[in-house]
């Protein structure tokens, strides 16, 4: 049992935390549980080091923070333990092992779902020397940062999040998606800005490629604000670069953040990482406290 308080320190000015004193192997205290929600809900990713960790203890670990959702690709899920999706551009008997390459495009996991996803807990097993690194944006403080305007606009659309739409345009490089897949994925429309449940605070939720259009809009303006927000979203001022390390895990807050992977060479170099994805609740915008005064 991990009986230590963690201890965090600062990855970045924007956003995350490294996390010190946790063995995700061993079983965790419910007030251990809770101070790690809260300091996922307040800076966005917590980095974990060194951890030695079985698919069966990183799904335990897991299950601390919510139930857990296979994905829909689940070609890619773990033979036998689904709950583990794997990330990986590694061939064993001439088969891929995982979703090769991650997703380039900045993005939110399973926003295109009903309820998206809670947050993502993400262990490194083999990484290239060079490249491959997990890039998160802060969409807390990106949105703070948002002239009044832009903050104006958004907060009255929804963004009509489409998985069959990105898989059929932006990723050439996998197997289609089955009539049986594409059924369990329809667009769903979800608030571009959403009030965080745990902090209260307002984040900009977009994800690039994967947002088709804003309801009601025509699809060229709406990929034009989408193209202005995300770049705006995704200045370096508002990201953590990691360069991962065998053994470190990473739990980010889909909530409040965005992520991509940097490219690396495919041919040389192995990359293997396995993934665990909370479900979490549907996206809101609660008005601001000023704003409700005026309503009452
Ligand atoms: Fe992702």
């Not at 007030?31 to 990183?58: G, K």
């Not at 092992?97 to 996803?117: F, K, L, N, Q, T």
């Not at 309801?215 to 990201?239: D, H, L, N, P, Y």
Request: hydrophobic share 35%; net charge negative; proline share 8%.
């Amino acid at each position: 049992m991990i009986d230590d308080s963690p201890t965090f320190t600062p990855l970045s000015p924007a956003i995350g935390m490294e996390v010190h004193g946790i063995d995700m192997s061993r079983p965790a205290p419910p007030d251990i549980i809770a101070r790690l929600n809260e300091a996922l809900s307040h800076n966005s990713i917590l980095l974990f080091r060194d951890q030695d960790l079985a698919p069966e203890r990183h799904i335990a670990f897991s299950r601390y923070f919510g139930e857990l959702e296979p994905h829909v690709a689940d070609q890619y899920n773990m033979p036998g333990q689904p709950e583990i999706f794997i990330v990986s551009n590694v061939v064993e008997n001439g088969r891929e092992i995982g979703a090769r390459g991650g997703a380039r495009h900045w993005h939110s996991d399973y926003s295109y779902r009903e309820r998206p996803s809670l947050g993502s807990l993400f262990h490194c097993l083999e990484c290239p020397p060079e490249g491959g690194q997990t890039q998160f944006a802060s969409m807390y403080t990106a949105y703070e940062a948002l002239p009044d305007e832009k903050k104006e606009l958004l907060a009255g659309v929804r963004a009509v999040h489409d998985y069959n739409y990105y898989w059929t345009n932006y990723t050439p490089h996998r197997e289609p998606l089955t009539e049986e897949q594409r059924r369990q994925v329809p667009p769903v429309a979800h608030p571009a800005l959403r009030t965080h449940p745990v902090s209260g605070r307002r984040a900009l939720y977009l994800a690039h490629q994967v947002v088709s259009h804003f309801e009601g809009m025509e699809f060229e303006e709406s990929q034009e604000i989408i193209e202005e927000i995300v770049s705006f979203a995704t200045e370096a001022r508002f990201v953590y670069t990691h360069e991962w390390r065998p053994g470190d895990v990473i739990f980010w807050d889909n909530r409040s953040s965005m992520h991509r992977v940097l490219p690396f060479d495919e041919e040389r170099h192995r990359r293997r990482m396995h993934r665990t994805t909370l479900k979490g609740d549907r996206p809101y915008l609660a008005p601001l406290p000023d704003e409700a005064g005026k309503a009452a």
